[in-house]
């Protein structure tokens, strides 16, 4: 019999996780497949002579740790994380069953393929091949599997950092999602996009208040309109660009591969060409600030004392009280602020062994690749890992088809992930791991 590779196993893998419903719905009570999944990952990590510790942040909220030692352990360790959850889908709306991982021309579907069940797959591939043939890592590799990225991290990688930061102990970087993906430009050059920057998330609610009354009345101190007012200044506001390090370095290699001018003071211009990246891109120049709730008033009749309105805003690295003064310019000096969740911008350099290693890594799996930075306009659980002082990258690999709108699957219908694409990424990522 043949021996059993990753790339042979990171198919059945993926498909397993697949099918266990790991559904994040924001609500403990219906959150309830992580711990299924957690369980999976501790029996294919166990089987092959890993040890690992599983930790419940609540009932159910598994999350999962292994460490995997490294020939110099004196140098710092590497951490390697995938999350086990997944946002719900709507089954109606699928062409199949998203919790099936049914394979069908060339992609594997299911909900969670690319975000992120795919990589999660990808780390147990190497590890076990690895246990199999004897490979030791150059240094320590501690894999990391988290619950709760797409509900605020609170159960999964902040709970870890808070509760069980010993388990990450020496760990001076680290890879995860979102980037190592392919951009085409021709057939002879891909872009791998490496993310090496997030936004800040701070959801903010705005208060507005005035005097109540009858709706009968004059009424020349009314909540609701104080409130409206500034919210609709707010969402039609455009925050001054800031062209960042990461957002530079993109914009420069996009240009050249491209071969077309780029004005820095106009990036956007650029940006809305490159098709479904630009999704991606877009949000990464400016500071932004969203309108998503609003709520006032209880009686038709009644004007009431007291309005508010909730703001999603995503601040870049560097940006955040700059952000609150311009955001307190646009909204006046009545509207009173509530901070209801703030999360800091990340980013680092393109730089380093681990770095020339990743692209190094894509070359020889394809020689068309090229990698560069670029800054999410997202979260995920780097920023839990970054508050350690980890380097945090988002180097999932994957080779993708030219005409796949890739940022379109995040979190949408018809989730899947190409066949290919996972062998190539653990390969890619079986290379990187030797080599970092
Ligand atoms: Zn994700």
Known sequence: MEPVTAADEVVGICRDLLRIDTSNTGDPRTTVGER??????????????IEVELHESAPRRANLVARIPGRDRSRGALLVHGHLDVVPADASEWSVPPFSGE??????????????????????????????????????????????????????????????????????E??????????????????????????????????????????????????VTALAEAVAAVGRHKFPMVVTPTVRAFLEQVSEALGIEIDPDEPELAIAKLGPIAALIGATVRNTANP??????????????????????????????????????????????????????????????????????LRAEDPGARAVPYMLSGGTDAKAFSTLGIRCFGFAPLKLPADLNFSALFHGVDERVPVEGLQFGVRVLDRLLKAS
């Open 103 to 172: 394979e069908k021309d060339g992609y594997l579907w299911g909900r969670g393929a690319i975000d992120m069940k795919d990589f999660d797959a990808m780390m147990l591939a190497v590890v076990r091949d690895w246990q199999r043939t004897g490979v030791v890592p150059p240094r320590d590799i501690v894999l990391a599997f988290t619950a709760d990225e797409e509900a605020g991290m609170e159960y999964g990688s902040q709970y870890l950092v808070r509760e069980h930061a010993d388990l990450l102990e020496g760990c001076t």
């Open 292 to 361: 998503t709730r609003l709520e006032a008033g209880y009686k038709d009749n009644v004007i009431p004392g007291k309005a508010s309105a909730t703001i999603d805003c995503r601040t870049l690295p560097g940006q955040a009280e700059n952000f609150l003064e311009q955001l307190r310019d646009v909204i006046g000096p009545d509207i009173e602020i509530e901070h209801l969740q703030q999360q800091p911008a990340v980013e680092t350099g393109f730089d380093g062994a681990l770095v020339d290693a990743m692209g190094a890594a």
């Open 174 to 223: 680290a890879i995860g999602e979102v980037g190592g993906f392919s951009y085409t430009i021709n057939d002879d050059l891909r872009l791998y996009l490496v993310e090496t920057a997030e936004k800040g998330i701070d959801w903010l609610r705005l208060h507005a208040r005035g005097r109540p009354g009858h709706g009968s009345f004059v009424h020349d101190d009314n909540a």
């Open 36 to 49: 299924v999944a957690a369980e999976y990952v501790a029996a294919q990590l166990t089987e092959v002579g």
